[in-house]
């Protein structure tokens, strides 16, 4: 049987200038300036106490997240979380490097979708598409991770990206922090464009996988941090965690800590398959599951304006 596929080469795009975005370079919240909201929680207390031994013993912090990190303008907390040496790893999905990417450049991100999927401009900007598969492909070509191919990307294109200073993945790749991106194709805007090759897409964040599995290979005595990854974060935690412990490294005495805005009551019950939240990815494959044999799992209810500041003001000193 003959299967057919949809040409992409008369796909039409878009410059991202003139586009109105959501989220601007000018409103970043600034770490020291802006006030950080009060959030008590003594289980918080607890993660931040557990963060500070890891690091004072030289486990990893790794610092999982989705799109909204970004979206909620929190860029430089965790830009300086990386610099004092809180955060040893960041992973995210496809969504997280694009808008990272696209403030880096454009000073602006996060379009207005539903206006746009209407005339099907959505996604089609230029800029963005050519220049992050650009780097993607010759990364892959290279044997680059994902990650590491656009922070190259941006380090041999200085005059492109005026705001690369905010950039967390050009941040990362400059303190020599692994900044790792699971991908799953067709779920990102650049997977639309004529450019997008998805062999190497594939060859860059199999890259990436990788290297995240060996950070968590050592997150023994460490801990582990999800901010509002509801599937691609945990799925690919749980798959680094097993590689791990079936090549013998002895990750069990874990802290893990999932933030949301579900609240999921007593998160440590077990759930019958009628409880909606029993299909939470999150609360199964970061809070319960991996700590099954030692360590300890939270899960906080909080929106990351509020959570994001107060990680990083109790973790400075």
């Avoid at 607890?46 to 970004?70: Q, Y």
Wanted: aromatic content about 12%; overall charge positive.
């Amino acid at each position: 049987m003959k299967y057919k596929t949809l040409d992409f080469k008369n796909i039409k795009t878009w410059s991202v200038k003139g586009r109105r975005d959501l989220v601007r370079i000018n409103n970043l919240f600034t770490p020291g300036k802006d006030s950080v909201p009060e959030w008590k929680s003594p289980d918080f207390e607890d993660v931040v106490l557990k963060i500070k031994e890891a690091r004072k013993n030289g486990h990893p912090v790794i610092f999982s997240m989705g799109a909204h990190v970004i979206k909620n303008r929190l860029s430089r907390y965790l830009i300086e979380m990386m610099k004092n040496g809180t955060i040893t790893h960041i992973a995210g999905n496809g969504a997280t490097s694009i808008h990272d990417f696209e403030l880096a450049y454009n000073g602006g991100t996060s379009e207005d979708v539903p206006t746009a999927i209407e005339d099907g401009s959505f996604g089609m900007w230029e800029e963005t598409g050519k220049w992050m598969n650009e780097a993607i492909n010759k990364g892959a070509e290279l044997g680059m991770g994902y990650g590491e191919s656009l922070a190259v990307y941006i380090d041999q294109h200085p005059e492109l990206f005026p705001y690369k200073d905010d950039c967390v993945l050009y941040q990362a790749y400059k303190l020599g922090v692994p900044a790792t991106y699971h991908i799953a194709l067709g779920t990102d805007i650049i997977h639309q464009h004529p450019d997008c090759r998805m062999g190497a897409i594939g060859a860059a964040s199999g890259v990436d996988f990788k290297r995240y599995c060996e950070s968590v290979s050592r997150l023994g005595g460490g801990v582990f941090l999800n901010f509002g990854s509801g599937v691609i974060g945990p799925e690919v935690f749980l798959k680094a965690l097993s590689i791990s412990r079936n090549l013998g490294y002895d990750v069990y005495k874990i802290t893990t800590a999932n933030f949301d805005l579900i609240d999921l009551g007593d998160y440590k019950k077990k759930l019958s398959y009628d409880d909606v939240n029993y299909y939470y990815r999150p609360r199964k494959n970061i809070v319960n599951r991996p700590v099954s044999r030692g360590g300890t799992g939270y899960h906080f209810c909080a929106d990351h304006k509020v959570s994001i500041p107060n990680l990083y003001e109790r973790t400075k000193k």
